[in-house]
């Protein structure tokens, strides 16, 4: 995989995450905070569509993330780029965590607010 490639998979990554965290969102969900028996049929079926578009997200996203994990795979077997494999696990991990705490902000936030 050539480096632009690389670079647009690691741009579309991040606009997939943005997207999930918002799909998967249940505040957005059509009939939150109503109890079930009062949903109509079309908030039932906008309600259902909406979990399986985030869950179609995040399948996208997951596969993006197998696909660059698999490049990434193939450019540390090469020796010559082993030595900064542990540099790029570490920035991994910190974006993910970097994203968590966001996620767990917005949630909290939102709990403050309800």
Not at 83 to 112: N, S
């Amino acid at each position: 995989m050539r480096e632009d490639q690389k670079a647009r998979l690691d741009e579309i990554e991040e606009l997939l995450t943005e997207e999930f965290l918002i799909e998967a969102d249940p505040r957005e969900w059509p009939g939150f905070g109503q109890p079930p028996a009062s949903w109509t049929s079309e908030e039932r079926g906008n309600r259902h569509w909406t979990k399986k578009n985030a869950i179609g997200t995040a399948a996208t996203l997951r596969s993006l993330q197998d696909l660059i994990d698999r490049h990434n795979k193939n450019a540390s077997s090469d020796p010559e780029t082993q030595d900064g494999r542990d540099d790029d696990l570490e920035k991994h991990i910190g974006r993910y965590e970097k994203e968590a705490a966001k996620l767990l902000d917005k949630v909290q936030a939102a709990g403050r607010s309800n």
